[in-house]
């Protein structure tokens, strides 16, 4: 694929690929290990299948620095519409990079316990289960921080997606929706907890927006329009 002659379908192949591990990490490693409120059940499961636990931290780990690249493809596309914004939209990208990084001290924390090594001896297994337990409670919460961000960066993409004049503007406007999602559900989890699973079934429907731009890239592409070239001198006679 000749990145030169369409970069948004550059972008949105990037953008896909990258996307995977991500899914892995954050939504199928949780739901097969993770069974909330129960800590010796997700102990027992986290022994029974570690591959699995080391291999979504390892995706997670992956899937935050490869994304830098998507930025940077996303910047390139949009930059010609208004540069500010997208720098706004690349900084937004970029910062919550090393929160995500240095969360997974947590799964690993949980994963030393759960494993019992010699120096853990003088705590008892229930002990060590609760201790794994928090330390993936601060996981799930250092999410909820870092999900401002990838709600924040949304709405300067969605504005410059909406101003550009080569990707349709429903979904400039779908994105800008979608930037609301995870800042709302970040901030019901911190302070509301017991409508945590309300708001999010509010908000599910506004959080398809980043899947579709997504999809429209890889499929229909998109070509920045030519900026125009400085204006020639007027010839005087």
């Known amino acids: 694929?000749?990145?030169?002659?369409?970069?948004?379908?550059?972008?949105?192949?990037?953008?896909?690929?990258?996307?995977?591990?991500?899914?892995?990490?954050?939504?199928?490693?949780?739901?097969?290990?993770?069974?909330?409120?129960?800590?010796?059940?997700?102990?027992?499961?986290?022994?029974?299948?570690?591959?699995?636990?080391?291999?979504?931290?390892?995706?997670?780990?992956?899937?935050?620095?490869?994304?830098?690249?998507?930025?940077?493809?996303?910047?390139?596309?949009?930059?010609?519409?208004?540069?500010?914004?997208?720098?706004?939209?690349?900084?937004?990208?970029?910062?919550?990079?090393?929160?995500?990084?240095?969360?997974?001290?947590?799964?690993?924390?949980?994963?030393?316990?759960?494993?019992?090594?010699?120096?853990?001896?003088?705590?008892?297994?229930?002990?060590?289960?609760?201790?794994?337990?928090?330390?993936l409670n601060l996981h799930s919460y250092g999410f909820d921080i870092t999900a401002i961000f990838w709600g924040l960066w949304l709405f300067p993409l969605g504005l410059l997606v909406y101003r550009s004049g080569f990707i349709p503007r429903l979904l400039g406007v779908l994105l800008m929706l979608n930037s609301f999602t995870f800042p709302v559900n970040s901030f019901t989890s911190l302070l509301l907890p017991q409508y945590e699973n309300i708001v999010s079934r509010w908000m599910k429907p506004l959080s398809f927006a980043e899947l579709l731009f997504m999809f429209w890239l890889l499929i229909m592409g998109a070509k920045p329009k030519p900026l125009p070239g400085p204006a020639s001198p007027a010839v005087t006679g």
Do not use: C
Not at 24 to 44: C, D, E, M, Q, R
Not at 50 to 55: G, S, V
């Open 1 to 135: 694929m000749n990145s030169n002659r369409n970069p948004g379908r550059f972008a949105g192949l990037l953008y896909v690929l990258i996307s995977i591990p991500g899914i892995f990490a954050l939504i199928y490693v949780p739901g097969k290990l993770i069974v909330h409120g129960n800590a010796t059940a997700t102990a027992s499961n986290i022994a029974a299948h570690e591959t699995l636990f080391r291999l979504g931290i390892a995706a997670n780990l992956i899937s935050q620095i490869l994304f830098m690249w998507v930025a940077l493809a996303l910047y390139d596309l949009l930059k010609g519409v208004n540069r500010r914004q997208a720098a706004l939209m690349l900084t937004l990208i970029v910062v919550p990079a090393p929160i995500v990084l240095l969360n997974e001290l947590n799964a690993i924390a949980a994963l030393i316990l759960v494993r019992g090594a010699d120096f853990l001896s003088i705590f008892e297994k229930p002990q060590r289960d609760s201790l794994a337990m928090l330390f």
